[in-house]
C-alpha cells in the first residue's frame, strides 16, 4: 500500500510567492521601465547650463555631480565630480538648491508594499512558522479542525495481499466475501443479498488485525482509509464529531473504499446512564455521530467500514447491533500449524541454513502471537549476525525463543556457589516431576543461566501435539510440577527460599481455577464464582460469592495445592540419587537439553519402586508423541 499524495500546497505559500514578486519587480524593473532617465553628459555642458541659470537643484557625491533642469518634465543629467573650489560659490549666486545627494522621490506602489503589505507578510509567516510548531508539541492546529486526517492508501505492487497473512485461514475466510462483493457487487444484488456495513475483528494484541483489513484492500484493489480511533478525540465539544463527518463524506466519494477504524473501544465505549450529568461529553457525541453516519450511508454503493478492537465487552451494544457492525470475526492467537505457516512467512525474509526445522520452534513457541514470531525470527537473524554469520541456524531459532519467553541471558549476575547449587535443585526438581508423571509434556530444556526478566533458571516443556483440553489430572499434574522446585530445596537443604516465588503464584491460580471457573471441586460441583474481565488482554477475574464461600474456596485451594507438593516430595525422595546426579552436571554445563535430561535419567542404577513405573510411562509417552 502507499499513501495517496496530496499536491495541493497551503494558500499562504502563493501569497508569499506573489509578494516576493512584486518586491522584486519594482525594486529593479519598475524603475528602469518608469523612473525619470538619467543623460550623461560632460563637466563643461554642466558649466555651461549653470551659467545660463538652466538648472533648478544639484545633488552631489564623491563620484558624480546629478542635477536637474527647469523644463517640465523635467529632465535630469549626470557628470563626472572636478577639481572645482569655486562651484559652490556659483551655484549660491545663481540661487541654485543643492544637496548631498539627491533623494528621489520614492514609488507610490514601493511605498504602499514597504510600508504595509510587507509587515503583514513578516507577521503572517511568523504565525505559520509558530502554529506549526506549536502543532508538533501537541497544541492547537485550527487549519486542521474537522478533517479526518485518516491515511488514504491505494494499491500498489507492494501492497499487503492475503497471501502475507498466515495462520488466520478462518479470518481470511470471511473476508473473502467482503472482497468478493467488492469486486463483483451486482451477484449478490441479483440475488437481494446486502453486504454487512460493518466486520469487527477481535482477537489478542499482534495477532494481525490491522493487516488482515490491509489485505482485504490489497484484494479488492479499492482505496483504503485508515484512522485510529483516539485521533477522532479533540479538545473542542464537537470536533470528534466533525471528523467523523468528514471521513466519511471522503469515503463516498472514492466508493468503492474500505474505512479502517483501528481500536476502536477510543470513541465506542458503552454509555452508561449518569455518567458525567447526563453523559452529553465529546466522546459521546463522536460515538452518535457515527452510529449516525452507519445508519445513513447505502452499504450496496461499496464502502465497507472495518474496525479492530481488544476489548469487545466494553464496546457499546448500539455500535454491535445487526445493521451496524453486523459481523464480528475472532483473530486468535495462531495454532501449531498457523505458527508454522507465520514462521514461513517472515523466514523468507531472512537467510535459513540447510536442515531448519521450523516446526520445532513452532511447538517450542506455544501460546505466541504473529508478532512474536516476527520478533522471534528477528532476534535469531540479530543473533547470527552477533556471531559472524551468513545464515540462521536452529541454534539461533532455539536461542531467540528463550530470549522471547525469558528475556536475554543477563552475563553480569554472578551467582554464589551456594544460590547456584540450589537453582540447580530447584530447577530438576522441576524436570524430575514432570518426568516421573503420566501424561505430562516432554522436558524441552533445563538451565540456571539468569535472565533478564529476573528469573535465575528455568525448566521448559514443549507439547508435541496440540492440545485444546485439560482432565482435572492434567491441572494437578502441572501443580506438582510447580511445587516441585521447592520440594527438591527443602528436600535436599531443609529450608526454603524466594525462589519459587512465581511458581507458588502460578500453582495457585491454577489450583483457585479449578475450584472457582472449572467445576472441579466436589464440595461445590459445577459452579462459577469467578468471571473474567479483559478476555483478550489477559485480564483478571472479579469474584461474585459470599465471606463464608470465599473462606472455603480458599480452604480447598490451599488443600489441593498441599497434595500435589506432598505427590512431588514423594517422587523426588523415591529418586533422590538421580536428583543429586542431575543437579550436580547441571551446576557444571549450566544448561541441559531434554534428551540429555532423559538420558541421565533413564541410566543405571534402577529408580526406586513406584517412581521407575512412571518413568516408564512417560518415556513411553515421549517415543509416541
Same mark, same amino acid.
Given at each position: 500500500?502507499?499513501?495517496?499524495?496530496?499536491?495541493?500546497?497551503?494558500?499562504?505559500?502563493?501569497?508569499?510567492?506573489?509578494?516576493?514578486?512584486?518586491?522584486?519587480?519594482?525594486?529593479?524593473?519598475?524603475?528602469?521601465?518608469?523612473?525619470?532617465?538619467?543623460?550623461?553628459?560632460?563637466?563643461?555642458?554642466?558649466?555651461?547650463?549653470?551659467?545660463?541659470?538652466?538648472?533648478?537643484?544639484?545633488?552631489?557625491?564623491?563620484?558624480?555631480?546629478?542635477?536637474?533642469?527647469?523644463?517640465?518634465?523635467?529632465?535630469?543629467?549626470?557628470?563626472?565630480?572636478?577639481?572645482?573650489?569655486?562651484?559652490?560659490?556659483?551655484?549660491?549666486?545663481?540661487?541654485?538648491?543643492?544637496?548631498?545627494?539627491?533623494?528621489?522621490?520614492?514609488?507610490?506602489?514601493?511605498?504602499?508594499?514597504?510600508?504595509?503589505?510587507?509587515?503583514?507578510? @513578516? #507577521?503572517? &509567516?511568523? +504565525?505559520?512558522?509558530?502554529?506549526?510548531?506549536?502543532?508538533? /508539541? %501537541?497544541?492547537?492546529?485550527?487549519?486542521? =479542525?474537522?478533517?479526518?486526517?485518516?491515511?488514504?492508501?491505494?494499491?500498489?505492487?507492494?501492497?499487503?495481499?492475503?497471501?502475507?497473512?498466515?495462520?488466520?485461514?478462518?479470518?481470511?475466510?470471511?473476508?473473502?466475501?467482503?472482497?468478493?462483493?467488492?469486486?463483483?457487487?451486482?451477484?449478490?444484488?441479483?440475488?437481494?443479498?446486502?453486504?454487512?456495513?460493518?466486520?469487527?475483528?477481535?482477537?489478542?494484541?499482534?495477532?494481525?488485525?490491522?493487516?488482515?483489513?490491509?489485505?482485504?484492500?490489497?484484494?479488492?484493489?479499492?482505496? @483504503? #482509509?485508515? &484512522?485510529? +480511533?483516539?485521533?477522532?478525540?479533540?479538545?473542542?465539544?464537537? /470536533? %470528534?464529531?466533525?471528523?467523523?463527518?468528514? =471521513?466519511?463524506?471522503?469515503?463516498?466519494?472514492?466508493?468503492?473504499?474500505?474505512?479502517?477504524?483501528?481500536?476502536?473501544?477510543?470513541?465506542?465505549?458503552?454509555?452508561?446512564?449518569?455518567?458525567?450529568?447526563?453523559?452529553?461529553?465529546?466522546?459521546?457525541?463522536?460515538?452518535?455521530?457515527?452510529?449516525?453516519?452507519?445508519?445513513?450511508?447505502?452499504?450496496?454503493?461499496?464502502?465497507?467500514?472495518?474496525?479492530?478492537?481488544?476489548?469487545?465487552?466494553?464496546?457499546?451494544?448500539?455500535?454491535?447491533?445487526?445493521?451496524?457492525?453486523?459481523?464480528? &470475526?475472532?483473530?486468535?492467537?495462531?495454532?501449531?500449524?498457523?505458527?508454522?505457516?507465520?514462521?514461513?512467512?517472515?523466514?523468507?525474509?531472512?537467510?535459513?541454513?540447510?536442515?531448519?526445522?521450523?516446526?520445532?520452534?513452532?511447538?517450542?513457541?506455544?501460546?505466541?502471537?504473529?508478532?512474536?514470531?516476527?520478533?522471534?525470527?528477528?532476534?535469531?537473524?540479530?543473533?547470527?549476525?552477533?556471531?559472524?554469520?551468513?545464515?540462521?541456524?536452529?541454534?539461533?531459532?532455539?536461542?531467540?525463543?528463550?530470549?522471547?519467553?525469558?528475556?536475554?541471558?543477563?552475563?553480569?549476575?554472578?551467582?554464589?556457589?551456594?544460590?547456584?547449587?540450589?537453582?540447580?535443585?530447584?530447577?530438576?526438581?522441576?524436570?524430575?516431576?514432570?518426568?516421573?508423571?503420566?501424561?505430562?509434556?516432554?522436558?524441552?530444556?533445563?538451565?540456571?543461566?539468569?535472565?533478564?526478566?529476573?528469573?535465575?533458571?528455568?525448566?521448559?516443556?514443549?507439547?508435541?501435539?496440540?492440545?485444546?483440553?485439560?482432565?482435572?489430572?492434567?491441572?494437578?499434574?502441572?501443580?506438582?510440577?510447580?511445587?516441585?522446585?521447592?520440594?527438591?530445596?527443602?528436600?535436599?537443604?531443609?529450608?526454603?527460599?524466594?525462589?519459587?516465588?512465581?511458581?507458588?503464584?502460578?500453582?495457585?491460580?491454577?489450583?483457585?481455577?479449578?475450584?472457582?471457573?472449572?467445576?472441579?471441586?466436589?464440595?461445590?460441583?459445577?459452579?462459577?464464582?469467578?468471571?473474567?474481565?479483559?478476555?483478550?488482554?489477559?485480564?483478571?477475574?472479579?469474584?461474585?460469592?459470599?465471606?463464608?464461600?470465599?473462606?472455603?474456596?480458599?480452604?480447598?485451594?490451599?488443600?489441593?495445592?498441599?497434595?500435589?507438593?506432598?505427590?512431588?516430595?514423594?517422587?523426588?525422595?523415591?529418586?533422590?540419587?538421580?536428583?543429586?546426579?542431575?543437579?550436580?552436571?547441571?551446576?557444571?554445563?549450566?544448561?541441559?537439553?531434554?534428551?540429555?535430561?532423559?538420558?541421565?535419567?533413564?541410566?543405571?542404577?534402577?529408580?526406586?519402586?513406584?517412581?521407575?513405573?512412571?518413568?516408564?510411562?512417560?518415556?513411553?509417552?515421549?517415543?509416541?508423541?
Amino acid at each position: 500500500m502507499k499513501d495517496i499524495k496530496n499536491p495541493k500546497k497551503p494558500v499562504i505559500y502563493y501569497y508569499i510567492g506573489v509578494l516576493v514578486l512584486i518586491l522584486l519587480f519594482n525594486m529593479f524593473v519598475a524603475p528602469r521601465l518608469f523612473g525619470p532617465k538619467v543623460t550623461e553628459v560632460p563637466y563643461s555642458v554642466f558649466l555651461d547650463k549653470l551659467d545660463r541659470g538652466e538648472i533648478s537643484e544639484v545633488s552631489r557625491d564623491d563620484i558624480q555631480i546629478t542635477f536637474a533642469d527647469k523644463k517640465e518634465p523635467r529632465n535630469i543629467y549626470k557628470t563626472g565630480v572636478m577639481d572645482d573650489p569655486a562651484l559652490v560659490e556659483r551655484m549660491e549666486k545663481a540661487g541654485i538648491k543643492f544637496y548631498s545627494p539627491i533623494v528621489e522621490p520614492a514609488s507610490p506602489l514601493i511605498s504602499f508594499l514597504l510600508s504595509w503589505l510587507l509587515p503583514i507578510g @513578516f #507577521f503572517m &509567516i511568523i +504565525g505559520r512558522l509558530m502554529s506549526k510548531r506549536l502543532s508538533k /508539541m %501537541g497544541g492547537l492546529n485550527t487549519m486542521q =479542525l474537522g478533517k479526518s486526517n485518516a491515511k488514504i492508501y491505494i494499491q500498489s505492487k507492494t501492497g499487503v495481499s492475503f497471501k502475507d497473512v498466515a495462520g488466520q485461514e478462518e479470518a481470511k475466510e470471511a473476508l473473502w466475501e467482503v472482497v468478493d462483493f467488492l469486486h463483483n457487487p451486482a451477484k449478490y444484488t441479483e440475488v437481494g443479498a446486502v453486504m454487512p456495513k460493518g466486520v469487527l475483528l477481535v482477537g489478542p494484541p499482534g495477532t494481525g488485525k490491522t493487516l488482515l483489513a490491509k489485505a482485504v484492500a490489497g484484494e479488492a484493489k479499492v482505496p @483504503f #482509509f485508515s &484512522i485510529s +480511533g483516539s485521533e477522532f478525540v479533540e479538545m473542542f465539544v464537537g /470536533m %470528534g464529531a466533525a471528523k467523523v463527518r468528514d =471521513l466519511f463524506k471522503q469515503a463516498e466519494e472514492k466508493a468503492p473504499c474500505i474505512v479502517f477504524i483501528d481500536e476502536i473501544d477510543t470513541i465506542g465505549k458503552r454509555r452508561e446512564s449518569g455518567a458525567n450529568f447526563g453523559g452529553n461529553d465529546e466522546r459521546e457525541q463522536t460515538l452518535n455521530q457515527l452510529l449516525s453516519e452507519m445508519d445513513g450511508f447505502d452499504g450496496s454503493k461499496g464502502v465497507m467500514i472495518l474496525a479492530a478492537t481488544n476489548r469487545p465487552e466494553i464496546l457499546d451494544p448500539a455500535l454491535t447491533r445487526p445493521g451496524r457492525f453486523d459481523r464480528r &470475526i475472532p483473530v486468535e492467537l495462531p495454532d501449531l500449524p498457523g505458527r508454522v505457516a507465520i514462521l514461513k512467512v517472515h523466514a523468507k525474509k531472512v537467510k535459513l541454513a540447510p536442515g531448519v526445522d521450523l516446526t520445532r520452534v513452532a511447538r517450542a513457541a506455544a501460546g505466541t502471537s504473529g508478532a512474536d514470531l516476527a520478533n522471534l525470527i528477528n532476534e535469531a537473524a540479530l543473533r547470527a549476525v552477533r556471531n559472524n554469520r551468513k545464515t540462521v541456524t536452529q541454534d539461533d531459532l532455539e536461542a531467540s525463543i528463550d530470549v522471547v519467553v525469558a528475556g536475554y541471558e543477563k552475563k553480569d549476575r554472578v551467582m554464589s556457589d551456594k544460590e547456584k547449587t540450589i537453582v540447580a535443585y530447584h530447577e530438576v526438581g522441576h524436570a524430575m516431576v514432570a518426568a516421573l508423571q503420566m501424561g505430562s509434556a516432554p522436558v524441552h530444556k533445563i538451565t540456571i543461566i539468569p535472565r533478564t526478566s529476573g528469573a535465575l533458571g528455568f525448566t521448559m516443556q514443549v507439547e508435541q501435539e496440540e492440545r485444546f483440553l485439560m482432565s482435572k489430572q492434567d491441572i494437578e499434574n502441572k501443580i506438582a510440577i510447580l511445587t516441585g522446585g521447592r520440594a527438591a530445596e527443602e528436600l535436599v537443604f531443609n529450608s526454603i527460599t524466594t525462589g519459587a516465588s512465581n511458581d507458588i503464584e502460578k500453582a495457585t491460580q491454577l489450583a483457585r481455577a479449578m475450584v472457582t471457573r472449572f467445576g472441579m471441586a466436589e464440595e461445590f460441583g459445577m459452579v462459577a464464582f469467578d468471571q473474567q474481565q479483559g478476555q483478550y488482554l489477559g485480564g483478571g477475574y472479579s469474584s461474585t460469592c459470599s465471606a463464608v464461600t470465599q473462606s472455603k474456596i480458599d480452604e480447598l485451594t490451599v488443600k489441593i495445592i498441599k497434595e500435589q507438593y506432598d505427590k512431588a516430595t514423594r517422587a523426588l525422595s523415591d529418586n533422590l540419587s538421580k536428583l543429586h546426579e542431575i543437579a550436580h552436571l547441571l551446576y557444571e554445563t549450566e544448561t541441559l537439553t531434554g534428551e540429555q535430561f532423559m538420558e541421565i535419567l533413564s541410566r543405571p542404577p534402577l529408580l526406586a519402586e513406584g517412581g521407575q513405573e512412571a518413568l516408564e510411562g512417560g518415556q513411553d509417552k515421549e517415543e509416541q508423541t
